[in-house]
């Protein structure tokens, strides 16, 4: 068998450009403080945070989700918090009955409470499904938080909260969202511990 090639200058070029991405985020840290105090307050309150995204950032939304109810680090009380991506006989039944574009919409019409949180990911910001959920979010007296790539997309400008990740490249701006969602997390617990 043939030795695969791999070619070691193009693995440091993306290990670079990840560290220039996620180093970006450091000219954002009012904004995610902000965050940070927007869900901190709402869990004080009472109140759930509920995540959503499509691929990649919907992984992101189950990994903030929870992370959330279970545990970042130290032992502390679970916190409420439900990613939309989450129930799949939810997705099916409501794309089925409604369509894709409601997906996440009609469970923020059934599960949001003003004073919730909601957590939209997008690296791009043009899923209509995501925006009609902000909509929806917004009806129910919801706050939104929007992590956004590129330029921010049709979602630019909407939420209560926005980080824009600059960058073309989807897996940069995803790994930076990453980041971001630690940071909360680590916010967030150390509110708690």
């Known amino acids: 068998m043939k030795k695969a090639k791999v070619d070691a200058a193009r ?21 995610i403080s902000a965050v940070c105090r927007t869900i901190i307050e ?3 309150s009472g109140n759930k945070v509920l995540t959503a995204g499509h691929g990649g950032s919907a992984a992101e939304a189950l990994h903030m989700a929870e992370e959330f109810v279970g ?22 039944c409501i794309g089925n009955d409604y369509g894709f574009e409601k997906l996440f ?20 910001g043009n899923a209509t499904n995501l925006k009609l959920a902000l909509d929806a979010a917004r009806a129910k007296g919801m706050t939104t938080v929007c992590l956004l790539g590129r330029d921010g997309g049709k979602l630019a400008g ?4 926005e980080l824009v ?29």
């Open 11 to 31: 693995l440091k070029r993306a290990i670079a450009d990840s560290a220039r991405t996620v180093k970006s985020l450091g000219a954002q840290t009012d904004a």
């Open 42 to 44: 709402a869990f004080r």
């Open 71 to 92: 545990r970042f680090r130290a032992d502390r009380v679970s916190l409420p918090a439900i990613a939309l991506v989450a129930d799949c006989t939810a997705l099916t």
């Open 105 to 124: 919409s009609r469970q923020v019409e059934g599960l949001g409470k003003p004073g919730d949180v909601l957590v939209l990911l997008s690296t791009s």
């Open 158 to 161: 909407l939420g209560d909260h």
């Open 165 to 193: 990740v600059k960058g073309q490249a989807t897996e940069r701006i995803q790994e930076a969202h990453q980041v971001v969602i630690h940071l909360i997390l680590d916010a967030v617990e150390a509110a708690y511990v």
